[in-house]
């Protein structure tokens, strides 16, 4: 599928029961999204950034302490995306 900045956007569904599970980018091939509703367990997981904001529906609580951007980050945008992301991670486990 290609998604609206032209890349090529993989989606991964469960072959048993067509449940979504995750995707990857054709900008980004060696990184891959996945849902956290896909996984048994979830609560592991902290959250780290916010991506694709605009389409937050007004009752969505998106926590406005967390990195976000309104769309994907790019091939250029990326890197000082994620470096910040991780630099404002590690500074909240302090």
């Not at 290609?2 to 980004?28: I, Q």
């Not at 990195?67 to 980050?73: N, R």
Request: contains cysteine.
């Amino acid at each position: 599928m290609e998604a609206a900045s032209g890349n090529t956007v993989f989606h991964y569904f469960c072959p048993a029961c067509g449940s979504p599970l995750g995707m990857r980018s054709g900008a980004f091939p060696e990184m891959r999204g996945v849902r956290a509703s896909s996984l048994d367990d979830a609560s592991g997981l902290e959250p780290l950034a916010n991506l694709w904001t605009r389409n937050q529906y007004p009752w969505e609580h998106i926590d406005p302490t967390l990195p976000a951007m309104e769309t994907s980050p790019t091939k250029e945008t990326f890197p000082s995306f994620f470096e910040d992301v991780l630099r404002q991670a590690e500074a909240r486990r302090k």
